[in-house]
């Protein structure tokens, strides 16, 4: 049965997350429902991370078999036409060899987004977090960069994270100031629960000078999470990229396309 791969857009506000609950408005079933209307039949779509509720994607990746033949037009067009505003397909292609949305995926990016200005914000209260004093950008950068390579992040994941194992590999992690805003991006093979929610919590603890710029390299040490930040809230949070091996020629985010080339799935 051919396997169709599609790059999903989202705004997250209006959402219990992504994934289907019982009584509750997902993207994953907004996104299924519209297709199984374009397809004559029930579709189900498998992504590659899930996103709590008020998350954004940038460019989620999402997969689902279906022996109906339309061709890539009539899945990104048909499938926008019964899709809320809030929710876009960017892309659709046929997947190639054995590709899996989820486990094919060899790293995940994230934006962060913090407004850091007195006022808030009537444009943008559901993409950015709201930091009214100043934070230092650069302060937070160098905290940042002790979390390059792979550690036991425990004191970065949700108390009710279900993951096997605390370690991940993180590839890359950048702050920076654009005018208002101070944007964290990262990028890892995987990300824990609340993960980057955490993290960024953190720096914004150090970039408003709460705690020294070594206060990263102590959590890692502690592996405990109560002895960290509280968790930053989720409508500054955007899932960035996808990455996959090459061989599945999946159309990769230009704004995110620095992944080390030797980078591998952390099992």
Known sequence: M??????????????????????????????????????????TVLCAGRTDAGVHALEQVVHFDCDTERDMRGWLMGGNSHLPDDIRIIWAQTALGDFHARYSAIA????????????????LRTQATWCYQPL?????????QVLLGEH????????????VSPNRLMHFIDV????????????????????????AGVLMEIGMGRRPVDWTAELLETKDRSQAAMT????GLHLAAVYYPEHYAIAKNPLFDKLPADAKRHD
Request: glycine share 4%.
């Open 2 to 43: 051919p396997r169709i791969v599609l790059g999903v857009e989202y705004d997250g506000s209006a959402y219990a997350g992504w994934q289907w609950q019982d009584g509750k408005a997902t993207v994953q079933g907004q996104l299924e429902k519209a297709l199984s209307k374009i397809a004559n039949q029930p579709i």
């Open 108 to 123: 995940r990016a994230y934006r962060y987004v913090i407004l850091n200005r007195p006022m808030k914000s009537a444009l």
């Open 136 to 144: 230092d950008e650069q302060a937070m950068h160098q905290a940042a």
């Open 152 to 163: 036991d992040f425990s004191s970065f994941r949700a108390q009710s994270c279900q993951s």
């Open 176 to 199: 920076y100031r654009d005018d208002q805003r101070v944007i964290i991006d990262l990028c890892a093979n995987a990300f824990l629960h609340h993960m980057v929610r955490n993290i």
């Open 232 to 235: 930053a809230p989720p409508h």
